[in-house]
């Protein structure tokens, strides 16, 4: 199956300070890329959906000023946590759309984000 | 608005023995479904699908079945070994209407008992 490949797994990070997660389809070019974030026990919520070339569209509720996602390329989509706050500690996960399996999502390893 | 959902969070089952695990759905307007299967601390692994003009779809030990009429979807795993024990979630799109994002349920988390 496509590979996505997602960059850091696991990062700590101090209040107030900026966090950069990289998403990469590396078998694929993925014109669309998906970032969700999953809380304990909770479904994957949707944050964004990012297209290569254009502006994210973010979900409601959720800060495009706090959470920055550029996709410079087919093969990259990254997520910016700005100013990151406790609350924000989490699992961030990103997924791609294959063009050739446009119904179907693969997903990164996931980032797990700690904030102190 | 939970439009798809997952209402056992979890399940514990005998090496060997048949797993079900269910979905349901509100949203008449998805159209294709799919089962991910997640490990903690890692991203949801591709599973199976099912297109809704389909009410069944078999790849090896794992079959989903869709009654669109009760809005409900099942993933059957036959046999299950422990090496399935993990957190099972639903997903569904409405692909006819261009959106591109998956509404995924809660999850359940299978334990698959040796």
């Known amino acids: 199956g496509a590979v996505v490949s997602q960059h850091p797994s696991r990062v700590i990070c101090k209040s107030g300070t900026s966090v950069k997660i990289e998403c990469r389809s590396l078998?694929?070019?993925?014109?669309?890329m998906f970032w969700y974030r999953q809380f304990p026990k909770q479904s994957l919520m949707l944050m964004a959906t990012?297209?290569?070339?254009?502006?994210?569209?973010?979900e409601q509720g959720v800060e495009k000023d706090k959470f920055l996602i550029n996709h410079a390329s087919l093969t990259l989509s990254t997520l910016t946590v700005t100013s990151a706050h406790p609350e924000d500690s989490s699992f961030y996960i990103c997924?791609?759309?294959?063009?050739?399996?446009?119904?179907?999502?693969?997903f990164g390893q996931g980032t797990r984000l700690t904030v102190v | 608005d939970q439009q798809v959902k997952q209402n056992s969070p979890s399940l514990s089952v005998q090496e060997g023995r048949i797993s079900i695990l269910n979905c349901d759905y509100t949203?008449?307007?998805?159209?294709?479904f799919l089962w991910y299967k997640k490990y903690p601390a890692e991203g949801p692994t591709f599973l199976i699908s099912i297109s809704s003009i389909k009410d069944k779809n078999e790849d090896g030990r794992f079959t989903v079945f869709l009654n669109k009429s009760a809005k409900h979807l099942s993933l059957h795993i036959v046999p299950s070994q422990p090496g399935d024990s993990a957190v099972y979630f639903c997903a569904a799109s409405a692909s006819r209407t261009g959106a591109n994002n998956l509404f995924f349920g809660t999850g359940t988390r299978l334990t698959v008992i040796p």
């Open positions: 078998d694929f070019q993925a014109t669309t």
């Open positions: 990012s297209n290569e070339g254009s502006k994210a569209t973010y």
């Open positions: 949203n008449s307007m998805f159209d294709y």
């Open positions: 997924s791609a759309r294959n063009r050739r399996l446009p119904y179907e999502a693969f």
